[in-house]
Nanobody, 123 residues
Framework: QVQLVESGGGLVQTGGSLRLSCTASGLTFNTYAMAWFRQAPGKEREFVAAINYSGGSTYYANSAKGRFTISRDNAKNTMYLQMNSLKPEDTAVYYC????????????????WGQGTQVSVSS
């Protein structure tokens, strides 16, 4: 069965950096677009960034532009999110998600989800 496993979350101070990873199994990774979403307590899950199946196209939420970089290594079945200049408002559980081929920004368009990794940014 399909599994997406996130790692790399943690506690960091304002202005710090974290690199999240999402490793996939049970699917043909290089045919799936991948995305990061996040959910803060009491808030809806929101789109952060996405990358298409080949890595040739990326898309970011306004909140992530200029600070976060999404990438993937199809040889390792792994996607990454490099997060720099972190702010307290970035605190959330970060989820990776997968869908065939093309980027989407709506959570319901994704077929597979990981369990999430907590990112906490202290002020």
């Amino acid at each position: 069965q399909v599994q997406l496993v996130e790692s790399g979350g943690g506690l960091v101070q304002t202005g710090g950096s974290l690199r999240l990873s999402c490793t996939a199994s049970g699917l043909t990774f290089n045919t799936y677009a991948m995305a990061w979403f996040r959910q803060a307590p009491g808030k809806e899950r929101e789109f952060v960034a996405a990358i298409n199946y080949s890595g040739g196209s990326t898309y970011y939420a306004n909140s992530a532009k200029g600070r976060f970089t999404i990438s993937r290594d199809n040889a390792k079945n792994t996607m990454y999110l490099q997060m720099n200049s972190l702010k307290p408002e970035d605190t959330a559980v970060y989820y990776c998600a997968a869908r065939r081929w093309t980027i989407a920004t709506i959570a319901s368009d994704y077929n597979y989800w990981g369990q999430g990794t907590q990112v906490s940014v202290s002020s």
